[in-house]
Each structure stands twice: as C-alpha cells, then as structure tokens.
C-alpha cells in the first residue's frame, strides 16, 4: 500500500475504532481501575449483538463491498465476520453513546464540548467515506450506529445505576479531582456570646 492522503485517510478510519478502544483499556491498566474492563465488557457485548444480527438477517439485501479501497487491510479477514453490520460504526456508536450518558447524568457537558465534537466528526467522516467509496451503504452504517450506540446507552444506565463512580469512564475531569468529605470535620456551635469548638 502506497502511503498517501486517501491511504492515510483510509488506515486512520479503519483503525481509529481499535485505538479508541485501546485508548481506553490501557488508560484503565495504568490507573489500576476496572473501568477498562467494564467499557470493555459491554464493548465485546454490542460487537457480538452485531454479528450476530448482521449473519442472521440474510434476507435483506446488502450491499457488498466492491471498492478496492474498502479490502486494502484485512486483519485475518475480519471485514469478512459480519455479513451485513460493519464493525468500525459498531465501536464508534458504542463508545461515544456510553461515554456521552455519563458526561450527561453527571453534567459534565461544557468540559467535555472536545469530545463530543471529536466523536461527531469522527462518525461523520466515517459514515461520508464509507459510503461515497462504496464499502456499505448508509443502511448499514445507520444500523450498526443504532445498534452500538443503544447498548452503549444501556451498558452506561446499568454501570451508573451501581453508583459506583470507580467504574464510570468520566472523561474531562482527572481522577484525582474528587470531592470528598473530611474525616474528622470541626463544627464551630454557638450558644449565647461563647464559641466552643466540637470534633
């Protein structure tokens, strides 16, 4: 594959999915938190309700990839495990509808207007190259970003129904900036014209 603009384009859409995914995943190892493990566990879920559903819808009509630029990367044929639902739309619906219900309970959207924007373009451009290089039609496209982003929204209702925050990817804010109560707070009570102080 000869690197250029289209063949840079191309490897950065295929592949932003994965590194989204990764991103993530690591981000978790390092910070020694299950919060990777989670995203990651309701991430294998959509991708298996989409390949499972794209092999087992065989009467509607599809299209079939006939671009050459749709086949130039090929991880062990795996554009060839689902049928009808492509897999990167799948991810990317998943992703950003699991991360954008936690930036909504938790209003944090004004610091999180960067990843919003970030994820839309990126779902944007996907949607443009697929389709105008002929490798699925929007159909298909539509259909693994409902797909993705309905389980991405159920996965985040479940893991924040839990209340707990140590599992809740919250991006925009840093981990160490939590709130928390004091362990031994001082109270200053005042009866008539005398302060005592109380722990």
Excluded at 21 to 34: G, I, M, N, P, V
Excluded at 36 to 45: D, F, Q, R, T, W
Excluded at 130 to 149: F, P, Y
């Amino acid at each position: 594959m000869n690197l250029n603009i289209v063949s840079l384009t191309y490897l950065f859409l295929i592949l932003a999915p994965f590194v989204i995914a990764s991103y993530f995943t690591l981000t978790s190892f390092f910070d020694r938190d299950f919060k990777g493990i989670v995203y990651l566990a309701g991430l294998i879920l959509s991708c298996f309700v989409g390949v499972f559903l794209g092999n087992v819808l065989t009467f509607i009509p599809y299209t079939k990839p006939n671009s050459a630029l749709c086949n130039m990367i090929s991880i062990n044929q795996i554009n060839e495990i689902s049928r009808l639902l492509p897999l990167g739309p799948i991810i990317l619906g998943y992703t950003f509808a699991y991360i954008y219900y936690a930036i909504v309970k938790y209003k944090f959207v004004s610091q999180n207007i960067n990843t919003i924007i970030f994820f839309t373009v990126l779902i944007l451009f996907d949607i443009v190259w697929k389709v105008k290089n002929m490798c699925h039609n929007l159909w298909q496209i539509s259909a693994s970003l409902t797909i993705g982003g309905l389980i991405g929204l159920l996965w985040g209702y479940i893991i924040n129904s839990t209340n707990n925050k140590n599992l809740v990817i919250i991006t925009g804010i840093n981990n160490k900036e939590v709130c928390s109560t004091p362990k031994y707070p001082k109270f200053k009570c005042k009866k008539g014209k005398k302060m005592e102080e109380k722990n």
